[in-house]
């Protein structure tokens, strides 16, 4: 039997588990500063694959893929565009084969670092370069992309349309919010957790969300602002372990994996559907993660069996 698309497991009412960080297990694999990340979906496959089965082991009901930046206007830093293809297929495949059959490939795609607003780049490019990663991450064998870290609408839209309108992939879109001195929150760009999640929906976006910039507690109050403006949305988070704290020269993320997940069932009543880590987070995190959400999981069965 073909597996269920996400939207349609997230209908049922279950939430489900994404994975952790992928950068700081790389430099623990030997990954070099200034070395290129992506293409050690190439030169360190089984590396690669076992970040994936790490977090697959910890419970996760889906992982993304090692390809966040692996876009040619990221990869021509490293002389690498012209293989942009290939690397994002093989890193799709690497976490395939560590996902097996039943569980989810969330494809992960970053931002060009390129700016539309200051001309380094036009719409058209843009989509050409995200149409190249998602045909290639569908061939490598993904379920849906992650178009994660956003902070520009207009970037993120031409990454939606460019895997609706060329793969059968399922697509998230999630954005990056600062916390502002007025309390609210904004992307780097200026954009209210509203304004980008409306424009993610219009593009075509299956799910949407928010990853990075923040620990669990705050993502608490921006899913609850995406909620009531999108009641029907399906939201996923990726959420720091805590804000970054500086020690002997190195960002180091502060929550233990039980102070992160004491966070979670307040996340889950704000909203979310998928919840998982980004920047400081491990596979005991993902574990911790993974007890709440389904002994959450199993008190809504329970009370849909009696009601």
Request: one cysteine or more.
């Amino acid at each position: 039997m073909a597996k269920q698309k996400i939207v349609d497991v997230l209908k049922t009412g279950k939430r489900l588990v994404s994975d952790g960080a992928w950068g700081t297990f790389l430099y623990q694999k030997g990954l070099k500063p200034g070395e290129c990340p992506d293409v050690w979906s190439l030169t360190h496959y089984d590396a690669v694959k076992e970040i994936a089965q790490c977090y697959l082991d910890a419970g996760a009901d889906m992982v993304e893929t090692n390809s966040f930046g692996a876009n040619r206007f990221k990869l021509r830093h490293y002389g690498l565009q012209d293989k942009a293809a290939e690397i994002n297929e093989a890193a799709a495949r690497a976490s395939r084969e560590a996902a097996g059959a039943d569980r989810y490939v969330i494809a992960s795609i970053g931002p060009t670092g390129k700016m539309l607003l200051m001309g380094d780049v036009t719409e058209e490019e843009l989509y050409d370069c995200y149409r190249e990663q998602a045909l290639a991450l569908e061939k490598g064998g993904a379920d849906a992309v992650c178009i994660e870290t956003m902070s520009d609408a207009d970037e993120a839209v031409q990454a939606i349309k460019a895997a609706k309108e060329n793969t059968g992939l399922e697509v998230i879109a999630t954005f990056t919010f600062d916390k502002t001195l007025q309390g609210g929150y904004r992307t780097m760009m200026g954009l209210s957790p509203a304004d980008a999640i409306r424009a993610a929906i219009v593009a075509g976006a299956d799910m949407i969300g928010t990853n990075c910039g923040n620990g669990m507690e705050r993502m608490i109050d921006i899913v609850k602002e995406i909620r009531t403006g999108f009641p029907d949305s399906f939201i996923l988070v990726h959420a720091n372990a805590g804000l970054p704290i500086l020690v002997d020269g190195t960002d180091t993320f502060p929550e233990t994996p039980e102070i992160m997940a004491s966070y979670v069932p307040a996340l889950l009543e704000a909203g979310a559907n998928i919840v998982g880590g980004c920047c400081g987070t491990t596979p005991a995190h993902i574990r911790a993660i993974k007890e709440i959400v389904d002994n959450q999981n199993h008190c809504r069965h329970k009370e849909k069996k009696y009601h």
